[in-house]
């Protein structure tokens, strides 16, 4: 690679990736091209904006662990609360239950011990200790799993590891673990939820996944005035400013390779247009990519098999009229009648539930401006299934669509008087269906959270932020390392400019070596599943024999 002239970079997608390491790889000198498919940056963190003068967020819409968000801009060299005006919302969740009954979560401590202590009468003890042991969660999944890189397997195999990985519950359920902090059903379900944050069911997902709760309670909900778009376009203005150049409508077909060198040499556009690149950085979605733009290989065919998280039925509605503020909230969760086997007809018979769970946002509560004066913008995410290998998912897509719309109107109507008729409240609607996700933001199937988090498909075992037979082809996004999540994001930019810089400083240029050795990168993965459940055996011995842990008192 020349070294009389600055590296250049080709980035595929403006998404939250692509848009940090845009920013942080401009801000080293290096010569940053973004190419985005669509009109706009943020990819999924995008907004709606009707002619009647209602805004949506088109995906993210709550702010957490505000702390990555501002080492982000701090980096950068910008002080976060120059460039965003961020609001905590009054209340985290009003969550709603079947039967009528609610409850507020907030990160005021009188108010949770007030709403705990009435639905489980000594429950609030429960609840101090459930967050203990979220905080441990949270604290070291920040230090073991969210800013490092994994990229071979002995990073991740070590007793040290194994130790950690048991306190920190990875072999137990959300679910499982929240029950032994609370007898109420309802209080189990409250605190459970959150997982489908990270597209999976609180009856499937890691009892690390709490840490969400951990972050909600400490920081609170906040919120981008503007809408969560404006996190996209203050970066894209920063990158901007240290020269990286944005190009919208310019969909990528191919990224070039050369089967010699193993190296790509850029990308080819739709257009036909061949653009030059030392190095490319993939913030498409994971699966598209590989299945799409990349030469197939035997991983190819590997990461096609995994495991997606699920997708949403998303409306977004402008409504003529403002909904009752004691009723909803800035952030409402509505949970099904039948809470596991709703969970179980989206995961495992791969459809909506007849009585689906959904979250209602209304921005509205915190920033005014999303909607006309006297009327109130509503966002509603129903989580569903991913497109199915058949043509049957797709082709009963909009009946699916009428019984998603149906569940919700039912369920805000219930909040309601008889005197008021929702339905008629609705002047303005559109509506993204797991084939808008697929279609308009290159989402394998749909998935609205890339793949799934589940134990096998983290750290090592999910899909390297380095490209496995082209060294100079890397990732960044939902399905990559770290995982999905705007913060958890933006944490694999920071991580990805590691190692872009690391590979740069030892001067061999970006050609792969024997990466994996000659197992190849499936062997030397179902290698280290080996030796980790060996480890995993002995840190339960170590703890057992009461080996002391460093982080046991964090």
Not at 445 to 467: D, N, T
Request: with cysteine.
């Amino acid at each position: 690679m020349p070294a009389d002239r600055n590296l250049r970079v080709v980035v595929v997608g403006a998404g939250t990736g692509g848009t940090a390491t845009a920013a942080r790889l401009s801000q080293l000198g290096m010569d940053v091209l973004v190419l985005e498919k669509n009109e706009f940056c943020g990819g999924r963190c995008s907004l709606i904006e009707t002619k009647s003068g209602f805004r949506f967020d088109q995906g993210p819409s709550m702010l957490l662990m505000p702390h990555v968000f501002a080492e982000t801009y701090a980096d950068l060299g910008v002080r976060m609360k120059d460039v965003v005006d961020l609001v905590k919302c009054k209340t985290n969740y009003k969550v709603n239950f079947p039967d009528g009954d609610s409850v507020t979560l907030s990160t005021d401590m009188t108010t949770m011990k007030n709403e705990l202590e009435r639905l489980e009468p000594g429950s609030f003890d429960g609840y101090l200790r459930f967050l203990r042991e979220a905080k441990h969660h949270h604290d070291t999944s920040f230090s073991m799993v969210l800013t490092k890189n994994y990229a071979h397997w002995w990073d991740l195999v070590t007793i040290q590891n194994a130790i950690e990985a048991i306190k920190l519950h990875v072999l137990t359920t959300l679910w499982g673990r929240v029950c032994k902090f609370f007898k109420s059903d309802k209080l189990r379900r409250a605190f459970t939820f959150q997982s489908m944050y990270m597209g999976m069911s609180p009856f499937d997902a890691p009892g690390t996944y709490s840490l969400l709760d951990y972050s909600e309670a400490t920081d609170g909900i906040l919120y981008p005035m503007g809408g969560f778009n404006k996190i996209m376009t203050t970066l894209e203005t920063i990158a901007k400013s240290r020269g990286a150049e944005f190009r919208y409508s310019c969909p990528v077909t191919r990224i070039d390779v050369d089967p010699v060198t193993k190296l790509a040499s850029g990308v080819t556009l739709e257009s036909g247009e061949k653009i030059t690149a030392d190095l490319v950085i993939c913030n498409m979605d994971l699966v598209t990519a590989y299945s799409r733009l990349l030469p197939q290989t035997r991983l190819t065919h590997s990461i096609l098999r995994k495991n997606q998280s699920c997708s949403t039925i998303s409306f977004y509605w402008g409504l003529n009229r403002k909904l009752p503020e004691d009723s909803f909230h800035a952030h409402n969760i509505f949970l099904a009648q039948d809470y596991k086997p709703s969970f179980d007809t989206i995961f495992k018979e791969g459809t909506l539930p007849d009585n689906p769970s959904f979250y209602v946002h209304v921005p509205t509560r915190v920033d005014p401006a999303a909607a006309p004066d006297g009327c109130d913008a509503v966002m509603i995410l129903v989580p569903t299934a991913c497109l199915g290998d058949d043509a049957t998912s797709r082709a009963g897509m909009k009946a699916l669509v009428a019984r998603a719309r149906a569940a919700v109107v039912a369920g805000i109507q219930s909040r309601l008087t008889d005197e008021e008729i929702f339905e008629d409240w609705i002047v303005s609607e559109e509506v993204n269906s797991p084939l808008d996700w697929e279609d308009k933001f290159g989402l394998w199937k749909g998935s609205a959270l890339g793949l799934s988090h589940e134990v096998l498909q983290v750290l090592y075992f999910r899909p390297q932020m380095r490209h496995e037979k082209y060294g100079n082809v890397f990732f960044v996004g939902a399905s990559t390392h770290p995982g999905t999540g705007v913060p958890v994001v933006l944490c694999g930019a920071k991580v990805l400019e590691k190692i872009i810089v690391d590979i740069v400083k030892a001067g061999k240029g970006f050609k792969r070596e024997l990466y994996f050795g000659i197992l190849g990168y499936e062997k030397a993965v179902t290698l280290s599943m080996i030796i980790a459940i060996v480890s995993v055996i002995v840190g339960f011995i170590s703890l057992a024999l009461g080996e002391p842990v460093a982080s046991q008192n964090a």
